[in-house]
């Protein structure tokens, strides 16, 4: 089957640094995707890696290892408004986008 | 348009009754995307396709849920004889390509089923 696991929570403090991670099993492997998502809200697209290594954007840094079938997403300097949910998926080889359960990020002042 | 845009954007339905959910991508979006959110859960792939055309119908959960879409545009998902279990957020995405990573959400139909 096809499955991706990652932690249900993960607690930080603000200004701190926090990574979140997901490893997969799918059948097929075009690359993995990040998500957010606030409460009530629409999920918003962060990152993508396709290719093994590390993507960085603004404060967002995501990390993808293929071998491994393993990946994870940094936030550094967090912010009260990083509390959100946050999804891996990754996109198989019938072009589903097949989605984690999703990690509630909680950030304490 | 500026945005994904779906309608309604809440629906509360009989069981037994039928339910159309509208889906409107962004304007020159070639891809659309489908999926299912119940609460606290992560999403659930139902149907994508690219113009008008879904090659993959295996995501849909039974064959009461259908899809279609007309001039590579406006979409809409069917559900025949709603059951309390298909209560749950139908989120529509679109992308400017199969290829193309970014999806780009609408606010989702929140569908309750009594």
């Known amino acids: 089957g096809q499955s991706l696991e990652q932690p249900s929570e993960v607690t930080a403090v603000e200004g701190a640094i926090v990574q979140i991670n997901c490893t997969y099993q799918t059948s097929g492997f075009y690359g993995l995707s990040w998500y957010q998502q606030h409460d009530g809200g629409a999920p918003t697209f962060l990152s993508y890696?396709?290719l093994d290594g590390l993507e960085e954007t603004g404060r967002f840094s995501s990390f993808l290892s293929r071998s491994d079938s393993y990946g994870y997403l940094l936030l550094q300097e967090l912010q009260m408004k990083d509390s959100a949910s946050y999804f891996c998926?990754?996109?198989?080889?019938?072009?589903?986008?097949?989605w984690g359960a999703g990690t509630k990020l909680i950030i304490k002042p | 348009g500026a945005g994904v845009s779906q309608s309604p954007s809440n629906k509360v339905t009989e069981k037994g009754k039928d339910v159309e959910l509208r889906c409107d991508p962004i304007?020159?979006?070639?891809?659309l995307y489908w999926y299912r959110q119940s609460l606290g859960q992560g999403l659930e792939f139902l149907i994508y396709?690219?113009?008008?055309?879904?090659?993959?119908k295996s995501g849909l959960p039974s064959d009461r849920f259908s899809a279609e879409r007309t001039g590579g545009s406006v979409s809409t998902l069917t559900i025949q004889r709603t059951q309390q279990e298909d209560s749950a957020v139908y989120l529509c995405?679109?992308?400017?390509?199969?290829?193309?990573?970014?999806?780009?959400f609408g606010p989702g139909t929140r569908l309750l089923v009594l």
């Open positions: 995405a679109s992308s400017a390509g199969l290829d193309v990573e970014t999806q780009y």
């Open positions: 998926a990754v996109r198989d080889l019938n072009y589903q986008l097949i």
């Open positions: 890696n396709g």
């Open positions: 304007s020159g979006h070639t891809a």
């Open positions: 396709f690219q113009g008008n055309s879904a090659p993959d």
